[in-house]
């Protein structure tokens, strides 16, 4: 327990949203823009 600094907490976003929904919604977001 000398060097013991603590926990490595895990930070990374909530994997709980559905990978097609988000890809869907980027895609719509990029296709809506104007250039």
Do not use: H
Request: hydrophobic share 35%.
């Amino acid at each position: 327990k000398k060097g013991w600094k603590g926990y490595l907490e895990d930070r990374r976003p909530n994997s709980a949203a559905d990978p097609y929904k988000v890809a869907a919604r980027i895609i719509k977001t990029v296709k809506g823009v104007e250039i």
